[in-house]
């Protein structure tokens, strides 16, 4: 994982494909139900951007998504 650039205090976690990013980000989640208000947030591409905008606008600790999303919010 590396510090998202423009988001304080995050961590990216960058997958090749959607699938992965989502089983990754959902494993994530699981693991991190016993930290009270974590954030976790998925960014892929096949999926309206701007939800996904949104929801970076009001913060995430971890971020995971593919390559492609990654430089389309950068």
Do not use: Y
Request: hydrophobic share 30%; with cysteine.
């Amino acid at each position: 994982m590396q510090q998202a650039r423009g988001v304080s205090g995050s961590r990216w976690c960058s997958r090749p494909t959607r699938e992965l990013a989502d089983q990754v980000g959902k494993e994530i989640r699981r693991l991190a139900r016993s930290i009270p208000n974590i954030k976790v947030l998925t960014l892929c591409g096949g999926v309206p951007f701007g939800p996904q905008i949104g929801s970076l606008e009001h913060g995430a600790h971890i971020i995971v998504g593919t390559p492609g999303r990654r430089w389309s919010t950068s």
